[in-house]
C-alpha cells in the first residue's frame, strides 16, 4: 500500500494561491519601487544593485525575509481596496 498524499487543498480566500513570488516581487517593485520597498523592507537585495533575479535567489533561501515580502504584498492589496471604496 502506498501513501498518496492529498490533493492541493483549494484556497479561494487565500490572495497568495496561485502566485508565485516572481509575481508578488515584480508587483511591489511596480508599486513601491526599489527605494520603496528597501525602505519598507531593509534587504541588501532591495538596496544595492537590485533585480527581480537576485532578489528572487535571495528570498527563496530565506525563509522569514519571504514572509515580510508576502505580508507587504497583503499590506498593498489592503490599501489599494481601500482607496478605491473611499
Keep these: ?3 498518496a498524499s492529498p490533493p492541493p487543498q483549494v ?3 487565500n490572495p497568495l494561491h496561485g502566485l508565485t513570488l516572481e509575481a508578488i516581487v515584480t ?12 525602505a519598507r523592507i531593509p534587504l541588501r537585495c532591495f538596496a ?11 528570498l527563496r533561501k530565506t525563509p522569514w525575509a ?21
Excluded: C, H
Design 11 to 13: 484556497q479561494p480566500r
Design 27 to 38: 508587483a511591489l517593485v511596480d508599486e513601491y519601487g526599489w527605494e520603496g520597498l528597501d
Design 66 to 86: 519571504r514572509e515580510k515580502v508576502e505580508g507587504l504584498y497583503l499590506f498593498m492589496l489592503r490599501e489599494r481596496r481601500r482607496n478605491a471604496g473611499g
Design 48 to 58: 544595492f544593485e537590485p533585480s527581480i533575479k537576485s532578489s528572487l535567489k535571495f
Design 1 to 3: 500500500m502506498t501513501d
